[in-house]
C-alpha cells in the first residue's frame, strides 16, 4: 500500500488552498481522496475545512431573481395560462420560441379554444 505524502498535515491554511479546494471540487468534481493527494491534506481534513467554508457563507445575501432550476418552458406555460399570446412568448423567449414555436401555439390555441391567426 502506497502512502500519501500529508506534509501540509497541520499547518494553518492558505486563502490559496481553501479557492483551490473549492474549485476542485465544485468546479472539477474530483473526490476528496483525489484532493488529498494535491493539496497533502487528508481527506478527513479537506471534508471538514470544505464544510467550514460553506457554513461560511451568508446565504440569505444570495438572491436571484429566477430560480436556478426553474425552466424556461414552466415561465411560458404561466405565461400562457395567464393571457399572454405566442407573439409575447416569441419576444420574452426567443430561443425556446424558435425551438418549440409549435407546441407553444398548440398549447395557446388549447387553452383559449380557438385557432391562432396572427394578422399584423
Not at 505524502?5 to 481553501?18: H, M, S, V
Not at 457563507?57 to 444570495?62: F, K, V
Request: charged share 30%.
Amino acid at each position: 500500500m502506497k502512502r500519501i505524502d500529508l506534509t501540509n498535515a497541520g499547518k494553518p491554511w492558505t486563502r490559496k488552498q481553501e479557492r483551490t479546494l473549492v474549485r476542485l471540487k465544485l468546479l472539477s468534481n474530483y473526490s476528496f481522496d483525489e484532493i488529498s493527494i494535491i493539496l497533502k491534506r487528508s481527506s478527513r481534513a479537506l471534508k471538514l475545512r470544505f464544510c467550514l467554508i460553506v457554513d461560511s457563507i451568508d446565504w440569505q445575501g444570495i438572491s436571484s431573481s429566477v430560480p436556478i432550476s426553474e425552466d424556461p418552458m414552466d415561465e411560458i406555460v404561466r405565461l400562457i395560462l395567464a393571457g399572454s399570446n405566442p407573439c409575447d412568448i416569441a419576444l420574452k423567449f426567443p430561443r425556446q420560441f424558435v425551438d418549440n414555436h409549435i407546441g407553444i401555439r398548440e398549447l395557446w390555441e388549447h387553452t383559449n379554444k380557438k385557432l391562432w391567426r396572427y394578422f399584423p
